[in-house]
């Protein structure tokens, strides 16, 4: 299960209205659900804010995210956004390339690519801007390394 929620400002997670909301608004399947799983959640502010209307129109999600020593954290990021970022918007299918800094967390690196269609990750042309840029060799510097594809649920 992936949640993804974008909010204007994290200020939103200080207000009483959202603390009453986690406490309160728990239902018998989220208690069940969430004692099965061991949650990850990251606050996040989006290194390169997107325009509000190209959220949420793929179907697609895939997410990486992982932890490391704050100076590889950078080198990561600086590689992502200089590197990696530019050649996979190149290919057909891909929609918004996405990198965001954890709140108070250096150690913590994350990113979302949200693509038209699953299949993207596995054509010729992402595969091939993958192996160009090295995605192999910097993401696996990555502890705990979750590298997954989310596909919305059908409403």
């Known amino acids: 299960y992936l949640g993804i929620y974008e909010l204007t400002s994290t ?7 959202y603390a009453r909301l986690r406490k309160e608004g728990r239902t018998t399947w989220s208690i069940r659900v969430l004692e099965r799983v061991s949650p990850a959640r990251y606050i996040c502010t989006a290194v390169q804010p997107v325009a509000v209307e190209t959220i949420g129109q793929t179907r697609c999600v895939l997410a ?3 932890e490391g020593p704050v100076s590889m954290v950078a080198e990561l990021a600086r590689w992502f956004d200089s590197v990696y970022g530019p050649a996979i918007r190149k290919v057909e ?3 918004l390339v996405r990198r965001f800094d954890p709140v108070g967390e250096p150690t913590k690196f994350v990113a979302l690519i949200d693509l038209d269609r699953a299949s993207v990750c596995s054509s010729e042309a992402y595969l091939e801007q993958r192996e160009y840029c090295g995605a192999e060799r910097h993401f696996g510097r990555l502890n ?7 596909e919305q649920a059908k409403a």
């Open 11 to 17: 200020a939103v997670l200080e207000k009483p209205e």
């Open 64 to 66: 990486v995210a992982g």
């Open 93 to 95: 299918g891909v929609r």
């Open 144 to 150: 705990g390394l979750i590298a997954k594809l989310y």
